[in-house]
């Protein structure tokens, strides 16, 4: 059997095959599926701090077209629903059923500093390989002040992900930025100059 063995961000996987933050990711139960059906790694479905939010009860809506025929499908599930000592247990038993399957933890917070920085330590302490910032959901959260509505503001960008860089030491951190914004990489200079300011120091 070939060799599918690869670093992403410095993190050594089995294979590059990853499932998103999603429905799929979002328990115990689905992760260890998914490894065993073969999967390298997971990004566990985006945390939160207490209390969980509610979600809506049809995680999909259809896009039709004229002729009522579907056109694609849209996921307006919001964050994990789940408590968030329930998530971080699970992702430490996943840790060692599967040791050697990679799990990213994805968080999200109101843009203030000790949420941010203590939802990082929690996740971190779970033992994942690394945080994803989940600054991209544009659905259901940004009309809280998160997700989307921080991606869209360098600046924002740039402070959440320094404070999550400060508390997490060497773990790798992803800052997942939204399409939703008329020139991407504003935000990813943001998130980049962060990094660049903590590595030259």
């Known amino acids: 059997m070939a060799d599918l063995g690869c670093s992403i961000a410095g993190i050594e996987s089995i294979n590059p095959f990853w499932l998103a933050s999603a429905p799929p990711t979002d328990k115990l139960y689905n992760v260890e599926r ?4 073969g999967w390298g ?3 566990w479905k985006t945390l939160g701090e207490d209390p ?12 039709k077209d004229t002729a009522r025929g579907i056109l694609g499908i849209n996921n307006i599930e919001l964050i994990s629903d789940r408590p968030l000592e329930v998530n971080l ?3 430490e038993a996943v840790r ?3 040791p050697d399957r990679i799990i990213i933890g994805s968080m999200m917070a109101p843009v203030e500093e000790e949420l941010w920085k203590d939802l990082a330590i929690k996740i971190a302490n779970a033992g994942v390989h690394g945080i994803e910032l989940n600054l991209g ?6 009309e809280r002040g998160m997700g989307s509505a921080i991606g869209q503001v360098p600046q924002m960008v740039e402070d959440t992900t320094r404070w999550v860089r400060e508390v997490v030491g060497n773990l790798p951190v992803f800052t997942k930025l939204t399409p939703n914004t008329t020139d991407i990489l504003l935000p990813a200079e943001a998130a ?4 660049n300011d903590q590595f030259c120091n």
């Not at 998914?34 to 059906?37: D, K, L, N, S, T």
């Open 41 to 43: 790694g997971v990004v």
């Open 52 to 63: 969980p939010v509610v979600n809506v009860t049809s995680r999909y809506g259809v896009h």
């Open 34 to 37: 998914a490894f065993a059906a």
């Open 137 to 142: 959901c544009p659905h259901g959260m940004c």
């Open 96 to 98: 060692k059923n599967y």
């Open 192 to 195: 980049m100059a962060e990094a």
């Open 89 to 91: 247990r699970e992702i």
